[in-house]
């Protein structure tokens, strides 16, 4: 299920259309950093520009949602159908999903007020746009009741709900604290970490925080001490361009307009030791990808090769590539479908992505190094040697 042909499902045998960002319901969540209770909440702002299928007897349009609703009613799956949410209660359309999630909203905690006729308006005017099978009133209505549907456009027409600014905080005795205090203990010592042990050689984790240099997940190896010997002497990172943010925004022309493409971030210091120019094209290459390109398992290859850009923003020794550039689907390359070919677009393709060069462990090389106490990828700790293409 996917909204394009991606990276990852190019190689899907058939791909379910998925609506994309203006055209579905999202609720989002907030971070521990945000002292504020908030909910934003995502709903169609655009027709989908995919067509209408039938789930149940009732026309939505095909996403995600529709996909997971006809397995259900071809599977005849419990908690689905005219009494999926309870007796007389249905679960046939995505609506029924997301609008209770809504009425949850306007209820939680202090329910919201009702919306006066203006707000009522101004909510079935923003709306008309929509066929009935992504926005129809009478339904809506029927889904979440008389008595909450004016709560209900009250939090629409906000967006979601944002607790007031001023009771993020209160003034107590001991000074100004959070008005939402954090509900569970912060440990500097966990016991129940260090009597988890590593589960390929079997030592305790450590119970505080403390810093691991990259291992191997076997025999514990110092990695970087070694790499560095072979005449890998840059630590490779990765960041975020705020005009290119996401991994779809590259069909977004306005702003490749704006970045057309990437590059390998480089300080002066490095540069002038290597005899590197602005603009050269470099290749990066890793321990674990001493060629520098993605091998994409269908005879094709993509370089990890990029323009260079000296600044003096980024600690000597390091190298930085940012995220959302050089894609190899996407409209980047030539699709065929159903025998009609779609020709590519090569601005989507341009500048570079960088994560093949993540080193890789010598006893599992189908997998990153990992952090053996949170279990996810090690992302700073691959060392590279940049050399011009």
């Given at each position: 299920?996917?909204?394009?042909?991606?990276?990852?499902?190019?190689?899907?045998?058939?791909?379910?259309?998925?609506?994309?960002?203006?055209?579905?319901?999202?609720?989002?969540?907030?971070?521990?950093?945000?002292?504020?209770?908030?909910?934003?909440?995502?709903?169609?702002?655009?027709?989908?520009?995919?067509?209408?299928?039938?789930?149940?007897?009732?026309?939505?349009?095909?996403?995600?949602?529709?996909?997971?609703?006809?397995?259900?009613?071809?599977?005849?799956?419990?908690?689905?159908?005219?009494?999926?949410?309870?007796?007389?209660?249905?679960?046939?359309?995505?609506?029924?999903?997301?609008?209770?999630?809504?009425?949850?909203?306007?209820?939680?905690v202090e329910p919201v007020?009702?919306?006066?006729?203006?707000?009522?308006?101004?909510?079935?005017?923003?709306?008309?746009?929509?066929?009935?099978?992504?926005?129809?009133?009478?339904?809506?209505?029927?889904?979440?009741?008389?008595?909450?549907?004016?709560?209900?456009?009250?939090?629409?027409?906000?967006?979601?709900?944002?607790?007031?600014?001023?009771?993020?905080?209160?003034?107590?005795?001991?000074?100004?604290?959070?008005?939402?205090?954090?509900?569970?203990?912060?440990?500097?010592?966990?016991?129940?970490?260090?009597?988890?042990?590593?589960?390929?050689?079997?030592?305790h984790l450590a119970g505080?925080?403390?810093?691991?240099?990259?291992?191997?997940?076997?025999?514990?190896?110092?990695?970087?001490?070694?790499?560095?010997?072979?005449?890998?002497?840059?630590?490779?990172?990765?960041?975020?361009?705020?005009?290119?943010?996401?991994?779809?925004?590259?069909?977004?022309?306005?702003?490749?307009?704006?970045?057309?493409?990437?590059?390998?971030?480089?300080?002066?210091?490095?540069?002038?030791?290597?005899?590197?120019?602005?603009?050269?094209?470099?290749?990066?290459?890793?321990?674990?990808?001493?060629?520098?390109?993605?091998?994409?398992?269908?005879?094709?290859?993509?370089?990890?090769?990029?323009?260079?850009?000296?600044?003096?923003?980024?600690?000597?020794?390091?190298?930085?590539?940012?995220?959302?550039?050089?894609?190899?689907?996407?409209?980047?390359?030539?699709?065929?479908?159903?025998?009609?070919?779609?020709?590519?677009?090569?601005?989507?393709?341009?500048?570079?992505?960088?994560?093949?060069?993540?080193?890789?462990?010598?006893?599992?090389?189908?997998?990153?190094?990992?952090?053996?106490?949170?279990?996810?990828?090690?992302?700073?700790?691959?060392?590279?040697?940049?050399?011009?293409?």
């Open positions: 299920s996917d909204a394009v042909i991606g990276e990852t499902t190019m190689y899907a045998d058939y791909i379910f259309p998925d609506t994309m960002y203006l055209e579905r319901w999202e609720f989002h969540g907030s971070h521990p950093n945000v002292a504020f209770k908030i909910q934003p909440l995502r709903n169609p702002a655009i027709d989908p520009l995919v067509p209408d299928v039938t789930v149940y007897g009732n026309a939505m349009p095909l996403s995600l949602e529709a996909m997971l609703l006809g397995l259900a009613e071809k599977l005849n799956l419990p908690g689905f159908g005219e009494n999926g949410f309870g007796e007389g209660k249905p679960f046939t359309h995505q609506d029924h999903f997301y609008l209770r999630m809504v009425a949850n909203l306007a209820l939680n007020p009702d919306a006066d006729d203006e707000e009522v308006r101004i909510f079935l005017e923003a709306r008309r746009h929509l066929r009935p099978s992504v926005f129809d009133a009478e339904r809506w209505k029927s889904i979440v009741g008389e008595d909450l549907w004016r709560k209900v456009i009250y939090v629409f027409n906000r967006g979601g709900r944002f607790q007031n600014y001023e009771k993020g905080y209160r003034q107590t005795a001991r000074g100004k604290q959070l008005g939402n205090r954090y509900g569970k203990l912060i440990n500097i010592y966990q016991e129940k970490t260090y009597s988890t042990r590593n589960s390929m050689n079997g030592e505080y925080a403390r810093y691991v240099p990259p291992a191997t997940s076997l025999l514990g190896e110092d990695l970087a001490a070694k790499d560095r010997a072979d005449g890998f002497d840059f630590h490779l990172i990765t960041y975020r361009e705020i005009v290119q943010t996401k991994s779809r925004t590259s069909s977004n022309y306005w702003l490749l307009a704006v970045l057309p493409e990437n590059f390998v971030l480089m300080n002066a210091v490095d540069a002038t030791r290597l005899g590197y120019k602005e603009g050269d094209l470099v290749r990066v290459v890793s321990p674990t990808n001493p060629n520098g390109e993605w091998d994409l398992g269908n005879g094709m290859t993509k370089p990890m090769v990029g323009k260079l850009k000296i600044v003096q923003g980024i600690r000597p020794g390091v190298v930085g590539v940012s995220l959302g550039f050089g894609h190899w689907a996407y409209g980047s390359t030539p699709v065929k479908i159903d025998g009609v070919t779609i020709p590519a677009d090569e601005r989507r393709g341009r500048g570079l992505h960088i994560n093949a060069a993540m080193r890789t462990d010598p006893h599992t090389p189908n997998t990153t190094l990992v952090d053996p106490v949170g279990g996810s990828a090690v992302f700073y700790d691959t060392l590279v040697k940049v050399v011009k293409a």
